[in-house]
């Protein structure tokens, strides 16, 4: 462990950055304010300000650890070109209102900042905020919607059969569940692609957080993240026929709508524990075994 950085070298490196931050903030300071009144305010886009506020705290959690380990180190002439890359992206998407051009160029101009900065040890410190800081990125329309009616054909077949198989009076016409009288259209917020994006930055931020020595254990819940997902999605759209069923539709599209979405992240939170916990002690096992050898990752 190294020396902790005192409070006169830490007020030195903020000092260094302000240029930089008043420079990054006049251009994307505009933008932001542009999704907070438009895209951002939409129930499929309303995780992109979370994530945005987590990839930055992801950020300063690292910043001292990075300006440790990229202490001495040459600044590298990578950045030049990749700020360069960044400046056009921001251009043309700002010009030609494309937010995946426009708000993605943050990612390469801040890893171009880095490297021209403190060099690759430091961009190295920084690679999962700034990977992060992908899932508030709105993605093209076109992309969502040929993406999105598969998952809600598929979330609406598994949500049938299960209620039906513990009998429910339920039938299913394309993404419309009718159960009883009441018929309910399964939208783009319960299972669409902008869901599905959410749950896969909360299930990385877990495994960034709760860190663990078996690099088996993290790819496989890494992997297992997309079916967690889609569960999590099952769940909600049938708590929300259950709800709509039992308690009629003004309770299913009020106030308990809104709950179900907590009930999804709870849903997938507790999923990926728990399939954690599964994967951790069948790692053990073949650890005990010699089939596979403990792997240590890089911690922090």
């Not at 380990?69 to 921001?90: D, H, K, T």
């Not at 309910?184 to 599905?196: E, I, P, R």
Request: with cysteine.
């Amino acid at each position: 462990m190294g020396t902790p950085l005192n409070i006169n070298t830490r007020e030195a490196q903020w000092l260094a950055w302000l240029p930089i931050i008043a420079g990054l903030a006049a251009m994307y300071v505009p933008s932001f304010a542009d999704l907070m009144r438009g895209i951002w305010s939409t129930d499929q886009q309303a995780h992109g300000p979370i994530v945005f506020a987590i990839a930055c705290w992801l950020a300063y959690r690292k910043w001292p650890a990075m300006w440790q380990v990229s202490e001495r180190q040459p600044p590298s002439a990578w950045g030049w070109p990749i700020v360069v890359l960044a400046l056009l992206l921001y251009s043309i998407g700002r010009s030609q209102d494309i937010l995946l051009f426009e708000i993605g160029s943050l990612i390469w101009a801040l890893a171009g900042i880095l490297l021209l900065t403190r060099g690759s040890a430091a961009l190295k410190a920084q690679w999962f905020a700034l990977f992060f800081m992908l899932f508030m990125i709105p993605l093209p329309g076109v992309v969502v919607d040929t993406v999105t009616m598969p998952m809600k054909m598929a979330v609406s077949y598994v949500a049938e059969h299960i209620l039906y198989a513990v009998g429910y009076p339920i039938a299913r016409t394309g993404v419309i569940l009718q159960i009883g009288h009441y018929k309910l259209l399964v939208a783009d917020a319960c299972a669409g692609l902008h869901t599905l994006f959410t749950l896969e930055a909360l299930g990385l931020l877990y495994l960034n957080i709760v860190r663990r020595d078996s690099l088996v254990r993290n790819v496989t819940l890494a992997i297992l993240v997309v079916p967690i997902s889609f569960t999590a999605n099952v769940i909600r759209v049938m708590v929300l026929t259950l709800i709509t069923y039992h308690f009629g539709d003004e309770a299913g599209q009020g106030f308990l709508h809104g709950f179900a979405g907590m009930v999804l992240f709870l849903t997938a939170l507790l999923l990926i524990i728990a399939v954690d916990s599964v994967i951790q002690w069948g790692v053990r096992r073949l650890e005990e075994r010699g089939i596979v050898k403990p792997r240590a990752v890089a911690r922090g």
